[in-house]
């Protein structure tokens, strides 16, 4: 006896690499990891098809969104291509790629939250295709959020952004300047490109000229690949089929299901609207 509602979640979740880090400073590497992941079978998988995935930093249910940012779906003969022209190679057929001295291996970081859990031990095993060994480390939030992540000392992260506003501004993730203890840009990354991009975009009012440089950083962030994009959730609750009149839009956080409450019904009578007026009932009249 149930209806149930489905809807996307303001909210982005996705794997930070820590540039810094010698191993992800090549965009061959970065690229290769993102062709070698399938994300949709991420999601159907370990999400139970709870997601929709992820193409670009600004979320698609966005204005600001570029329907025409390029896609990194999943093609693995592109993954070990770019991986072979950058010079890595199974020489000693342990399974991993080498160069030279240097192991293409890295830890890939979350807390210890189960579905978290699975995700990265899911995308360790997708990246072990290619040649990549990403080995699963989880730990407790108050390492993970507090030390880990805000000190930068990690390789690669599984984290999660939830109830992202609606102004689309990406500059607190991206932007160099918040690339330190007290920022949110935990992939250090730097780019002048990036950073003149999103100033631009702060000081103009003009939503045409917003969304021009916001497209010009979607592309940039697709061409550089500075982290691995995975996938915006999606929040489904259910009601009761005798409840008519539900609305559902995009979420920023769960509570938003009931902005439309006041118009929702149980019960109907039709009327004159003579009648309705008389009861002060002509906007349910209408």
Same mark, same amino acid.
């Given at each position: ?18 540039? /810094? ?6 965009r061959a590497?970065r690229?290769?990891m993102l ?8 999601? *159907? ?10 193409h ?9 969104y ?13 993954a ?7 010079g890595?190679?199974? /020489?000693?057929? *342990?399974?991993? $790629?080498?160069?030279g ?9 979350t807390? /210890?939250?189960?579905?978290r859990t699975?995700l ?12 990549i ?9 108050e ?14 992260a ?24 007290n920022?949110?840009n935990?992939?250090n990354?730097i ?9 631009e ?8 000229? $917003?969304?021009?440089?916001y497209s ?25 089929k ?10 920023t956080?769960?509570? /938003?299901?009931?902005?439309?409450l006041?118009?929702?019904t ?9 009648e309705a $007026?008389?009861?002060?009932?002509v906007?349910?009249?209408?």
């Open positions: 006896d149930l209806q149930l509602y489905s809807s996307t979640l303001s909210g982005l979740n996705l794997v930070v690499l820590n540039l /810094d880090k010698a191993i992800f400073q090549e590497v690229a290769a062709w070698a992941l399938d994300r949709q079978a991420l999601i *159907d998988e370990v999400l139970g098809g709870q997601g929709i995935v992820a670009s930093p600004i979320l698609s249910t966005s204005w600001a570029d329907s025409g940012v390029p896609h990194y779906d999943r093609d693995l003969t592109k070990r291509q770019a991986l072979e022209t950058a890595w190679f199974d /020489d000693n057929g *342990d399974g991993v $790629r080498e160069r001295h240097q192991i293409l291996e890295f830890i890939l970081l807390n /210890d939250d189960p579905v699975q990265i031990q899911a995308i360790s095993g997708q990246l072990g295709e290619v040649g060994r990403a080995v699963p480390q989880a730990v407790s939030w390492e993970f959020a507090g030390q880990r992540l805000r000190l930068r000392q990690f390789d690669a599984l984290i999660g952004w939830q109830e992202l506003p609606a102004d689309p501004d990406p500059y607190p993730y991206w932007h160099s300047s918040q690339a330190n203890e920022g949110a935990y992939a990354y780019s002048e490109q990036a950073d003149q991009l999103l100033q975009a702060r000081l103009t009012n003009d939503v045409t000229q $917003r969304t021009q440089y010009a950083f979607q592309q940039l962030f697709a061409q550089e690949v500075p982290s691995l994009l995975l996938y915006q959730p999606v929040y489904n609750y259910a009601v009761d005798g409840v008519r009149s539900v609305q559902v839009g995009p979420l956080r769960s509570g /938003d299901r009931f902005r439309t006041c118009s929702w149980m019960a109907t009578q039709r009327m004159l609207y003579s $007026r008389q009861k002060g009932l906007d349910a009249a209408r």
